[in-house]
């Protein structure tokens, strides 16, 4: 099924879960080529259900936030009452597949195209090693969470009870990353992932027809005017210290087959990426002042919509620290990033952490003969099935060191993060 793991890894949990690295990379071949929307994986939850029972996890409970499911491990002993949450998304993408491999999707118009599939199975194998060994001192909770992709469904199940069900201390959620090669993890004590706001310009004018132009107050060239003029926001209105992305990504304006019909109207539509809550309301501000001014000079009217739709992603500091410490004794100093640069792609996890203390990683996987290594959100993507022991491991090994057994050796961790305050986790 798959080659042995080429990615050199310390400690128990990696060697146990390489054992089985080809019953998960079956399990995680099968969830790609049965690929399912948001609030739509049936499947992927029923075979995420049946894995976790031969896995022997104590609890399981479906259903929560539609889709969702969430299981929970009892460690040796619960001394502590500690809790940890890890998580996993299961969606995949509306978009065709153009790979020809044997596991390719068999569902016309879905593809695991951000690598979902992997994430989830990352999960089930660390759900069977922490079930099978229980060296830990509490108990891990595993969230497989519906929705990710433009759903929000780690909103839906916070709605439904997520953390009143399962008061966890701490939360950590993991992504695969092309652009680092397999054996790297990538982290940052603050911004992970930017906020995701939609934006839809509506500009107004009068048609008519496209000779007699001075008869007209064409909304179509007030448009092109709002598309540049944005761009001076960012440019002129954002400290260069910020970060911030306005990206207008399509423009709809009469019919293209009355070609001297001026219409009346004109709708752009298109993204805004921040970082900073108060940059984003800058920005959300700004939006209406410019569009509504350019439209008005040009005798239009300008209506902006705006809609937020995921928060950034913002790490706490104590545990990001402590996700890069215990990465570190997996894959050694020289393939952790800790300080990795943040992108301005957005990620629904942002709601546990404006709930929870926690971390969200990235794992590399793009390797030098180009296996794991076409971007997200392509329709040649897959993902690389080498790093699923090590993603598995490293879930595992945050909840062995974080709620370590007594005397354990194998840890080396003592401090449970647990005193994680709100004026902490407002400074990350």
Same mark, same amino acid.
């Given at each position: 099924?798959?080659?042995?793991?080429?990615?050199?890894?310390?400690?128990?949990?990696?060697?146990?879960?390489?054992?089985?690295?080809?019953?998960?990379?079956?399990?995680?071949?099968?969830?790609?080529?049965?690929?399912?929307?948001?609030?739509?994986?049936?499947?992927?939850?029923?075979? %995420?259900?049946?894995?976790?029972?031969?896995?022997?996890?104590?609890?399981?409970?479906?259903?929560?936030?539609?889709?969702?499911?969430?299981?929970?491990?009892?460690?040796?002993?619960?001394?502590?009452?500690?809790?940890?949450?890890?998580?996993?998304?299961?969606?995949?993408?509306?978009?065709?597949?153009?790979?020809?491999?044997?596991?390719?999707?068999?569902?016309?118009?879905?593809?695991?195209?951000?690598?979902?599939?992997?994430?989830?199975?990352?999960?089930?194998?660390?759900?069977?090693?922490?079930? &099978?060994?229980?060296?830990?001192?509490?108990?891990?909770?595993?969230?497989?969470?519906?929705?990710?992709?433009?759903?929000?469904?780690?909103?839906?199940?916070?709605?439904?009870?997520?953390?009143?069900?399962?008061? %966890?201390?701490?939360?950590?959620?993991?992504?695969?990353?092309?652009?680092?090669?397999?054996?790297?993890?990538?982290?940052?004590?603050?911004?992970?992932?930017?906020?995701?706001?939609?934006?839809?310009?509506?500009?107004?004018?009068?048609?008519?027809?496209?000779?007699?132009?001075?008869?007209?107050?064409?909304?179509?060239?007030?448009?092109?005017?709002?598309?540049?003029?944005?761009?001076?926001?960012?440019?002129?209105? %954002?400290?260069?210290?910020?970060?911030?992305?306005?990206?207008?990504?399509?423009?709809?304006?009469?019919?293209?087959?009355?070609?001297?019909?001026?219409?009346?109207?004109?709708?752009?539509?298109?993204?805004?990426?921040?970082?900073?809550?108060?940059?984003?309301?800058?920005?959300?501000?700004?939006?209406?002042?410019?569009?509504?001014?350019?439209?008005?000079?040009?005798?239009?009217?300008?209506?902006?919509?705006? &809609?937020?739709?995921?928060?950034?992603?913002?790490?706490?500091?104590? &545990?990001?620290?402590?996700?890069?410490? %215990?990465?570190?004794?997996?894959?050694?100093?020289?393939?952790?990033?800790?300080?990795?640069?943040?992108?301005?792609?957005?990620?629904?996890?942002?709601?546990?952490?404006?709930?929870?203390?926690?971390?969200?990683?990235?794992?590399?996987?793009?390797? &030098?003969?180009?296996?794991?290594?076409?971007?997200?959100?392509?329709?040649?993507?897959?993902?690389?099935?080498?790093?699923?022991?090590?993603?598995?491991?490293?879930?595992?090994?945050?909840?062995?060191?974080?709620?370590?057994?007594?005397?354990?050796?194998?840890?080396?961790?003592?401090?449970?993060?647990?005193?994680?305050?709100?004026?902490?986790?407002?400074?990350?």
């Amino acid at each position: 099924m798959t080659t042995p793991s080429r990615i050199k890894a310390h400690g128990r949990a990696f060697s146990h879960i390489a054992a089985f690295h080809p019953e998960l990379t079956a399990l995680r071949r099968d969830l790609h080529a049965h690929p399912e929307l948001g609030f739509e994986e049936h499947y992927t939850a029923q075979r %995420v259900v049946e894995s976790l029972k031969v896995c022997g996890v104590d609890e399981i409970h479906t259903g929560i936030g539609k889709t969702g499911v969430v299981a929970v491990i009892r460690g040796r002993s619960n001394t502590s009452g500690r809790m940890i949450g890890l998580r996993a998304d299961m969606d995949a993408l509306p978009m065709t597949e153009h790979n020809d491999f044997a596991w390719k999707s068999a569902r016309p118009g879905m593809m695991h195209g951000c690598g979902h599939d992997g994430h989830t199975t990352m999960l089930v194998g660390a759900a069977r090693y922490l079930a &099978e060994t229980r060296q830990f001192d509490g108990m891990a909770v595993l969230i497989f969470q519906p929705g990710e992709e433009g759903f929000a469904g780690a909103k839906a199940m916070i709605e439904d009870g997520l953390f009143e069900r399962f008061p %966890v201390q701490s939360v950590f959620g993991m992504h695969n990353w092309p652009l680092m090669r397999p054996g790297m993890v990538g982290v940052n004590p603050g911004p992970m992932m930017a906020s995701a706001d939609r934006i839809t310009i509506e500009v107004t004018g009068k048609g008519g027809h496209g000779a007699h132009p001075y008869q007209t107050v064409d909304p179509v060239l007030a448009a092109a005017h709002i598309i540049t003029a944005v761009q001076s926001i960012v440019a002129r209105n %954002v400290r260069a210290i910020d970060s911030a992305v306005i990206s207008l990504c399509a423009m709809h304006a009469g019919d293209m087959g009355a070609f001297s019909v001026m219409p009346g109207k004109a709708t752009l539509v298109g993204t805004v990426r921040t970082f900073n809550p108060e940059v984003q309301a800058m920005v959300e501000k700004r939006l209406q002042e410019v569009c509504s001014g350019v439209a008005l000079g040009l005798g239009a009217t300008a209506h902006v919509n705006y &809609e937020r739709i995921y928060p950034a992603t913002i790490n706490t500091r104590d &545990e990001a620290r402590f996700a890069a410490d %215990v990465a570190q004794k997996l894959v050694g100093h020289d393939h952790v990033d800790r300080n990795m640069d943040p992108s301005m792609g957005a990620e629904d996890f942002s709601f546990m952490l404006q709930v929870k203390p926690g971390a969200y990683l990235r794992l590399g996987q793009g390797a &030098e003969n180009g296996i794991g290594s076409c971007v997200l959100h392509n329709s040649r993507y897959d993902f690389n099935d080498e790093v699923l022991p090590l993603g598995a491991a490293l879930h595992a090994s945050l909840v062995e060191q974080g709620m370590p057994l007594a005397g354990d050796a194998h840890t080396g961790h003592t401090r449970t993060h647990s005193t994680t305050t709100n004026a902490s986790r407002s400074e990350a």
